[in-house]
């Protein structure tokens, strides 16, 4: 099994989260040691941001995404984006993220997350790195907003369903697969997971949040990204090493990481 534990990028965590202030060098450490060559730590505010570049800047398999969640769409100002566009030509940095739409929650006026998502799609056309995509519940919107964007990048914890799928895959985006495709109820999710041509497939964490199994119900982790490729390739009825190589392979592309 090591061999194929040499293959993984968590494509999508939040280390910089309290939720690691106790042990966070431990988690990495571990992550490390479980064989992740790479870890892409996603930015949701400003402050969120400057912390994943400053956590990128201290480990060398640890790139950063800069952007702002729709939770907080209020605050992307033009002195916010400014900020942004300064931190995001930082050579650790790798995408503008996490972005996008989320009418699930609803924490910020659907106005104001549409305006800070084409902001942000602005700001990543302008600098040419892909973006990060978060979209719940709010699949037409988002769907609407990438038409005609110059850009590329993946739906992150994809939650869609194949009936959109073609759609997000028509637009030139990659589909990231998370924890919840280890749950026995996510047949429609394993479903999407079969259906995804290999190449434009990656698989995250979304730590601190989304834990796999057999941990469901803890805090979730980067080194539990293994659990997440297993089921893909289970769902996929290939080897697991099939999907370590592919997805990692994927990853290193959309971010441009250099091979480790």
């Not at 079969?194 to 979730?220: K, Q």
């Amino acid at each position: 099994m090591k061999s194929s534990l040499v293959l993984l990028i968590d494509s999508h965590a939040h280390l910089d989260f309290h939720q690691f202030d106790a042990d966070r060098q431990v988690v990495i450490a571990r992550a490390r040691k479980a064989g992740l060559v790479a870890i892409v730590n996603i930015g949701t505010s400003l402050s969120s941001s400057r912390a994943a570049v400053a956590l990128a800047e201290q480990y060398n398999f640890i790139y950063a995404a800069v952007g702002v969640h729709p939770h907080d769409a209020g605050t992307v100002t033009p002195d916010v984006l400014a900020k942004l566009r300064v931190l995001a030509r930082h050579p650790k940095v790798v995408a503008i993220g996490e972005i996008g739409l989320d009418y699930y929650r609803d924490r910020s006026p659907r106005p104001a997350q549409r305006r800070a998502f084409a902001d942000q799609l602005a700001l990543a056309e302008e600098l040419a790195l892909p973006v990060v995509i978060h979209d719940r519940e709010a699949h037409d919107d988002v769907l609407t907003a990438l038409q005609g964007w110059g850009g590329t990048g993946v739906f992150h914890s994809y939650s869609a369903g194949s009936e959109r799928l073609d759609e997000v895959l028509g637009l030139g985006f990659s589909i990231s697969i998370s924890g919840p495709i280890t749950f026995r109820k996510a047949g429609r999710l394993r479903a999407v997971a079969a259906a995804v041509p290999l190449e434009r497939l990656l698989v995250e964490t979304d730590c601190p949040y989304l834990t796999p199994e057999p941990y469901r119900g803890r805090r979730n982790e980067p080194a539990y990204v293994r659990y997440v490729a297993e089921a893909v390739a289970r769902a996929r009825g290939v080897v697991a090493e099939e999907v370590m190589h592919a997805t990692a392979d994927n990853a290193r592309r959309m971010f441009d990481i250099q091979k480790a």
